[in-house]
């Protein structure tokens, strides 16, 4: 079975920074983060292939990177320059192929974390 636990999430003022850890205890060919801001639907912020090549959203390229260290079995979120509009509840998730779609294409994802709250003030 697999699990994720995510972490890493706070309160920062604008322009400040904030990294998110998932602790995933199962191999995958993707891995990535989603989002949801309340009463919004959730969106995938950042997603990465086994062979590491990231993908990103429109609204965090250059200033959010998605990383992963395969020998801890850990994804990583390092989110700079936090805009209040980034505020959300932060999702790491897995899906084991790429059979039904790319990992950049955000769909079918069957695995997710519990959730961490990122909260940016102005």
């Known amino acids: 079975q697999v699990q994720l636990v995510d972490s890493g999430g706070g309160s920062v003022q604008s322009g400040g920074s904030l990294r998110l850890s998932c602790r995933n205890t199962y191999g995958s060919a993707c891995m990535a983060w989603f989002r949801q801001a309340p009463g919004k639907g959730r969106e995938g912020v950042a997603s990465?292939?086994?062979?590491?090549?990231?993908t990103y959203a429109d609204s965090v390229k250059g200033r959010f990177t998605i990383s992963q260290d395969n020998a801890k079995g850990t994804l990583y979120l390092q989110m700079n320059s936090l805009k209040p509009e980034d505020t959300a509840m932060y999702y790491c998730?897995?899906?084991?192929?790429?059979?039904?779609?790319?990992?950049?294409?955000?769909?079918?994802?069957?695995?997710w974390g519990q959730g961490t709250q990122v909260t940016v003030s102005s």
């Open positions: 990465i292939t086994n062979d590491g090549t990231a």
């Open positions: 998730a897995t899906k084991k192929n790429v059979v039904f779609g790319s990992c950049a294409s955000f769909r079918h994802y069957s695995s």
